[in-house]
C-alpha cells in the first residue's frame, strides 16, 4: 500500500480522491481546528496534526510515497489581495521544504486559477523549478536570484541530484463529472528516477454534451421530468443550430456536465422534510441581487468558495428556475464537492461551508490521481524506496 502525506489537509477532498484511488494515509498536517475537527471525525484521530506546517517535523515521516495538499491559495486568488510571493501566507516554501526532506516518489498540489495569472509568471515558473530542483536551496534573501540559478541548471541538463519531472496544468472538474464549474491549477511531480510516464486524464464530461440533451433531443428535461424554463426556451433554437453546425446528426461523445439537479435530484425540500439527514437542513435568509445571483439549478454550480453568506456571486446559493434562491444545505454543498454523503463536514453551516469552499472535489482528486498510484504500485516501482 502506498502511504501519502496531506498538507493543508482542510476538510479532507483532496485526501478522500488519493484514498479511493488505493493510497493509505500516513498523516495529515492542518492548522484550521474545525477542519482538524472534520478529519479526526472522518480518519484515525491520531494521524491528524493540527499545527502550523512552519513548525512541523517532517522527518518523522521518512519513507512516504506521496505528498498532497492545497497550500493556501490567498496569495494568488482573484479575490483576494493577490500579493503573491510577497504574502505571508504562501506555503509554497514548505511544500518543497516537505519534498526536499522526505524525497517521496510523487507529488500532487492543488491551486487557484489566479496563479497562473500574468503578474506572476515569473513567480509561479519559480515555484515549478524549485518543485523540479528541491534540493537547490535559496543563497541569497532574494528570490529571483535563485530562480536564476535554477534556470541555469534547467537549461544546462546535467543535473544528476534530487530531481522531480513536473507538469501542471488548469482543469475545470465539471469537465471530469463533477457538479461544479471549478478551474484549479493541479501540479504533480514525479521522481525521474523512477522512469514513469504519466499524463493527465482525458476529460469525461463537457458542457456540449448536456446543451445537446437539453435542446436537442431534450433527454434532460424527459429525466427528470420538468419543462424548461423560459430562459431555456429562449436559447434552444439557436443552441439546437449551433449543436448542429457543429456536430451533425452525431451527438458529442463524452458524458454531460453534471447539473446542481442532477446532484441533489434525490434529495426531499430541505423547507418541507425535517430530520431527513443531520446536515441536510434549511437556513433562511438567501437574497438575489446584481452580482449576487447563486448557481442555476440547471448548470452545474459556481465554485463553491470559502466565506460567509455574502460570498461574492452567490456561489452558496440555488438559483432555481422561476428565479428563487435559497441556500445550499451542507449536504447539498457536499455533493456539489462530490463527497460521500456519510462524510460529515463539523462545524456550523458557515464554518461548514467554508471548509467546502476550500477544498477539492474528491472525484477530481481521484481522476488525477489513480493512474499515477497504479503506476506507482508496480512491482518495479515498489522496490525502489526514497531517493538517495
Known amino acids: ?43 484515525s484521530p491520531e494521524i491528524v496534526y493540527e499545527t502550523d506546517v512552519r513548525d512541523f517535523d517532517f522527518q518523522q515521516f521518512s519513507g512516504i510515497d506521496i505528498i498532497a495538499g492545497g497550500p493556501p491559495c490567498q496569495p494568488f486568488s482573484v479575490g483576494g489581495k493577490a500579493k503573491g510571493f510577497d504574502d505571508e501566507r504562501d506555503m509554497f516554501p514548505y511544500a518543497i521544504s516537505a519534498i526536499r526532506q522526505l524525497t517521496p516518489k510523487a507529488f500532487i498540489f492543488e491551486n487557484v486559477k489566479g496563479l497562473l495569472r500574468k503578474s506572476f509568471a515569473d513567480y509561479f515558473n519559480y515555484i515549478i523549478l524549485q518543485l523540479t530542483y528541491p534540493e537547490v536551496k535559496k543563497k541569497t534573501e532574494d528570490w529571483k536570484d535563485h530562480l536564476s540559478e535554477l534556470e541555469k541548471i534547467h537549461t544546462k541538463g546535467s543535473y544528476h541530484s534530487l530531481q522531480y519531472n513536473v507538469v501542471f496544468r488548469l482543469v475545470n472538474a465539471a469537465n471530469y463529472g463533477v457538479p461544479q464549474k471549478r478551474e484549479r491549477v493541479i501540479i504533480v511531480g514525479i521522481r525521474n528516477d523512477l522512469n514513469i510516464s504519466w499524463s ?35 436559447v434552444r433554437e439557436a443552441e439546437k443550430r449551433r449543436l448542429s453546425e457543429k456536430y451533425g446528426f452525431f451527438p458529442p461523445t463524452l458524458k454531460p456536465w453534471l447539473t446542481v439537479r442532477d446532484a441533489i435530484m434525490d434529495l426531499p425540500n430541505p423547507q418541507k422534510v425535517k ?16 452580482g449576487h445571483t447563486g448557481s442555476e439549478i440547471d448548470q452545474p454550480s459556481k465554485a463553491l468558495k470559502a466565506g460567509d453568506h455574502g ?32 462524510y460529515p463536514i463539523l462545524g456550523s453551516w458557515t464554518e461548514a461551508m467554508r471548509q467546502l469552499g476550500n477544498a477539492v ?28
Open 311 to 342: 460570498v461574492p456571486g452567490g456561489e452558496n446559493m440555488i438559483r432555481f428556475s422561476n428565479g428563487s434562491v435559497r441556500y445550499f444545505t451542507i449536504l447539498e454543498a457536499k455533493r456539489m464537492q462530490t463527497f460521500p454523503d456519510e
Open 1 to 43: 500500500m502506498l502511504n501519502s502525506l496531506e498538507l493543508f489537509s482542510g476538510a479532507g477532498g483532496l485526501a478522500k480522491g488519493i484514498e479511493n484511488a488505493g493510497a493509505n494515509h500516513t498523516a495529515f498536517v492542518e492548522w484550521n481546528s474545525d477542519a482538524c475537527k472534520t478529519l479526526r471525525h472522518n480518519y
Open 361 to 388: 472535489p474528491v472525484r477530481l482528486g481521484y481522476t488525477v490521481s489513480k493512474d499515477l498510484i497504479h503506476m506507482l504500485k508496480s512491482p518495479k516501482n515498489a522496490r525502489t524506496g526514497t531517493h538517495s
Open 200 to 234: 493527465f486524464p482525458n476529460e469525461t464530461h463537457s458542457e456540449d454534451t448536456l446543451l445537446w440533451m437539453k435542446y436537442v433531443t431534450q433527454e434532460y428535461w424527459d429525466k427528470h421530468n420538468i419543462q424548461p424554463s423560459e430562459a431555456d426556451l429562449l
Open 275 to 290: 430530520n431527513y439527514h443531520p446536515e441536510h437542513y434549511y437556513r433562511g435568509g438567501a437574497k438575489s441581487y446584481a
